[in-house]
């Protein structure tokens, strides 16, 4: 037999059912002066794959060294992975940087030995590491 658990003055219709959240992934690219940044939030994962497919494509025609911004990545699953492997076997001999990418993230490449194809930082990269002069004279 079942139990009402529903606490007093509250009908049992009033109650939501408790979903865990699903934090749907994304994927943008930004040009900036010195670098193209990918930045990944949420769950990287096989519904993402044409978006992700795009981007790579979008960055690496860029000409410019690639960083990928992974700090709000939730999960992430093979496309993820192939993502990045594309990104550095395609880097015409720059390496991607990997900026602050969470245990999740972090696992995986290491795991994978994907790793060895990138530069990981856990802190925002200056722009002298990516040949910046610095400012031009007047």
């Known amino acids: 037999m079942a139990r009402d658990t529903t606490p ?26 010195r670098a193209t940044r990918v930045v990944l939030t949420g769950e990287i994962d096989a519904e993402l794959g044409p978006d992700l497919l795009e981007a790579a494509e979008d960055a690496l025609s860029s000409g410019r060294p690639v960083q990928v911004d992974a700090h709000h ?4 699953d093979s496309t993820g992975l192939a993502f990045l492997a594309r990104l550095a076997s395609r880097s015409r001999g720059r390496r991607v940087t ?30 002298a590491q990516h040949g910046d002069p ?3 004279p007047a």
Do not use: C, K, W
């Open 98 to 127: 990997l900026i602050r990418p969470p245990a999740v993230v972090r696992f995986l490449i290491e795991t994978t030995n994907i790793v060895q194809l990138l530069d990981v930082v856990d802190e925002e990269p200056s722009l």
């Open 134 to 136: 610095g400012p031009e």
């Open 8 to 33: 007093p003055g509250e009908s049992s219709a009033d109650r939501q059912p408790d979903i865990r959240a699903v934090d749907p992934g994304s994927v943008h690219v930004l040009y900036e002066p």
């Open 73 to 76: 990545v939730t999960f992430m």
